[in-house]
């Protein structure tokens, strides 16, 4: 099989963009409480020097709407001069709406939290909060050419996870529910752009969680991947493993076997090189190939890397790792794997070429489409983890399909799937533990 | 017996100071988010016109240090502006440091909260914060000549209620440790002001609370009472009731019993006039009334109510009658009650006679002095609350003194307390439920 390139100069197929998950180098996000569009200015000027054409910002939602009913322009009128300043350096920008959750802190206001705590999914108060919270803040950004859209929120789905300290319990409908909610809101504001919801790992792992894989591939705009080698696969297979380098492309592959739409975009909203997973002198050269593994999946929107800036060490109780997330570091100065990225960025936007087709596809069965009660195969050290990276790593370039789709030849076809296999059919490699040269 | 009067004018013994607790009219305590002086100003120009002396103000602890290492300068530059405002108005300022709890809202910042939850009172970690917290606050305000010192926090020991949804456990000894700690850190801020700290109701009624009487009348630089008639009090007797008239003075007196030093003076922190409990055409002659008994208490330092301004009603989800606790409306006119109050401070101005000392004292045994487990009787509808509202209302002047000091000659001579009544002796008085004509 030798499956037709299609490059972007014969047929126009868009590079995937390039971008930065903004962490601002003074005060973090904390940065809102003491507004300074000189400093944001210069962070993005650095941003600009790493090659990404987007930012994607978070607002903090306490300080946004410290009171239900309070929405404080002030705090629009910032997030639009963040705005405004990236356009004058051709910088588009994707706006998370719902802080949340950041870096291991939740920013909660104080309406829903302690006496007036309430689910945060399911309760109405809650809910036609957020609403009009995010049509709001999205209606201030409807008039910028270069605001691409909401993301909601950031991992915000981790409060409805059994591991979190203060879990709002709910049903996989009432996460629906919650899902074109906070999305309409988002489209009443701004409509027409791209608005999507944005879940960690529990999405495509855990069996019992109510963000489901179908939810997350299916509702929103386009489906984003976080990828987080700390996830376990740094872990069981080490950070410089060819697993770790492939995360974000098999999460990409993953969550394109759920989709319904085969042209679905995928963005990579997320991932990053966590120390000490990934040891500092390692960080370029797992930037590099985290990227191009990922470039080798078709209509994938963008890769957003976590983060810009490196956290100042003169904040305290983040997790070690956070402070050493940047492209570039605290003062600003682009790292080796900001100019990884940089390199990676700018060989894209001048020579991408489409990725062919993967004809081989691993099937997917993890029971009920909508509950996918046995997911946790997909998580690093499954079954159907090891079967992927095993082909892949045998040069397979794996797709993944569901079972459910694997007898529809017009899927097939139009994805462009010419082989399936079922992961009992692939040798558990010898592979597995290998560390790269 | 007739006791000697002691008046202003023959031995200089100050008037007790009236003041306000300071709600900002605009943005309530989340003005700080849109620090506007100029509202301040006004503000501050309006509680003028109610005969303030002096203003306590909040600090929202999650906004002036919103990570454990970053204490916001510019939060610190707000606050001494407010004092300094204060200043230009002859306005002293208490500055209370912990927020904490305000209004039935918690505000704590992210790094105590879930993920990185950990007990408020004795985590090393979050102790020190607050420490450094503390001390960086007190020391902003140390060179400012009407800075009164800090309060602590406001009602922060509902943080270790068994009610609390989010419930920090601890012992007698760690609340007092807390609280050593707490107020060191002020005192090495600005040392030689007047550092206090304030609990609620269950310091002197729950008979599991770790802040014990003891704790509140012994610790800091007075003792600070927090009056308010829905404990149970206008419930029981009724809004218009004698006992809800005389609350604030019972507690005064209550909390005098437990001091060690009988000159210890005792500050009415809050009281306030809530509807529905206190109607809104009865709330003038409530606050006439509460601040009259309240001033035949010697040793008074203050009477400062709850609170200067109506919170906005464009404000979502306080409990209803904290919108209509105003001395003043959200637009700054004075209401029926801020007439009453400024009645009382300008007759207290001009002709303050001291108290006479309250020979008739009712002996209070809870148990264990350190620990009072059995303090529930001091309750509304405890008999020992009964009894000393009977010995009130039958014009008595009831006294509170210890089991433990009750034998002590010199204590009972300092006080003037010539007559020892137990409660079992007091007859339940057929007014329990009388309301006023």
Known sequence: MAPQSHNTQTDSFPAPRFGVN???????????????????????????????DHIRIFALWPLVQPNRTLIRPQALTDIRSVVDAAAERNLDVSVDGLQGHLSSFDFLPSWVSTWHKANLFTDDRVLSGQAEYLTKLAG??????NFLGMSLGNEFSQFASSAHPDVSALSIDEAEHWLRT???????????????????????????????????????????VHSWVFNGTAQKYGGTSEQSARLAEYLIELSRGWAVDPARP?????????APFIESDQAARFTEEAINHALDCDNLWG???????????????????????????????????????????????????????????????????????????????????????????EGERPAVVLTSQSHDSDILETRGIKTLVLPSEVQRSSTETTVLP
Chains 1, 2 share one sequence.
């Not at 005060?27 to 000189?38: A, K, V």
């Not at 995928?266 to 966590?274: C, I, K, N, R, T």
């Open 22 to 52: 903004y962490t601002p180098s003074v005060g973090w996000f904390h940065h809102w409480l003491d507004f300074n569009i000189d400093d944001v200015k210069k962070d993005l000027d650095s941003i600009v020097e790493v090659g990404a």
């Open 303 to 393: 890769v957003t890397w976590w983060c810009s800036h490196d956290v100042s060490t003169a904040l305290a109780d983040f997790p070690s790792l956070e402070y050493s997330l940047g492209l570039l570091d605290n003062a600003r100065s682009i790292k080796p794997q900001g100019q990884a990225f940089a390199r990676a960025a700018a060989t894209a936007r001048d020579s991408y070429t489409r990725p062919a087709p993967r004809s081989t596809a691993l099937v997917l069965d993890v029971g009920d489409e909508a509950t996918a009660p046995n997911r946790s195969v997909c998580a690093p050290g499954g079954e159907f983890f090891n079967a992927w990276m095993t082909l892949a790593m």
């Open 266 to 274: 995928v963005w990579l909203q997320e991932v990053g090189a966590p």
């Open 140 to 145: 201030a950004l409807d008039d910028r050419p």
């Open 182 to 224: 906070v999305l309409t809101a988002c489209e009443t504001g701004a409509p027409g752009r791209e608005h999507q919801h944005s879940e960690y790992d529990a999405a495509w792992f855990d069996n019992n969680h109510s963000f489901t894989p179908a939810l997350a591939a299916r509702v929103g705009s386009m489906t984003t």
